[in-house]
């Protein structure tokens, strides 16, 4: 479960905030850090949620704060490159996709099936579905 309104004194945030105990079943999937350290993982994938749940654009996420547009950069998720380079990185080496596939052997669910249809491809004729002469279907 992501966490959408997490209060900060006496603010209600917009920001998603992913908890110590679901970052704990994701980081099993995570690549190994080669070199330097990676950036603060809670905090990054916390703002690619942000961003894709949102539909934003990643250069929006580096101007949200906990109470919602700010025209200054802050450093709630920090900078937009980081988090495009993470998700890109990631993307690429499937490391999303196998977090997807491992959390749902965890706990299947059989009753559901999702589809997201921007990911479905349709034959080029699909679209123009022609009345046979006359105007009636036969």
């Known amino acids: 479960m992501i966490h959408d309104r997490l209060f900060h004194g006496d603010i209600m945030s917009n920001l998603y905030w992913l908890t110590e105990a679901q970052m704990a079943r994701l980081r099993p999937y995570f690549p190994k850090s080669r070199g330097r350290a ?3 993982d809670t905090r990054v994938l916390s703002g690619i949620i942000f961003i894709n749940r949102n ?3 990643w250069c929006d996420g580096e101007n949200v704060n906990a109470i919602g547009p700010r025209e200054h ?3 709630e998720y920090g900078p937009r490159k980081t988090l495009y380079n993470r998700w890109k990185r990631w993307s690429d ?3 999303f996709a196998r977090i997807l596939m491992g959390l749902a052997e965890q706990a299947p669910d059989n009753k559901t099936l999702s589809i997201d ?3 479905l491809k349709a034959h080029r004729t699909a ?3 022609r009345l046979k002469k006359g105007g009636v279907d036969a």
Request: charged share 20%.
């Open 38 to 40: 990676r950036v603060d």
């Open 55 to 57: 539909d934003l654009r």
């Open 73 to 75: 950069s802050n450093a």
């Open 93 to 95: 080496m499937g490391v």
């Open 117 to 119: 249809a921007t990911y």
């Open 127 to 129: 679209s123009s579905l």
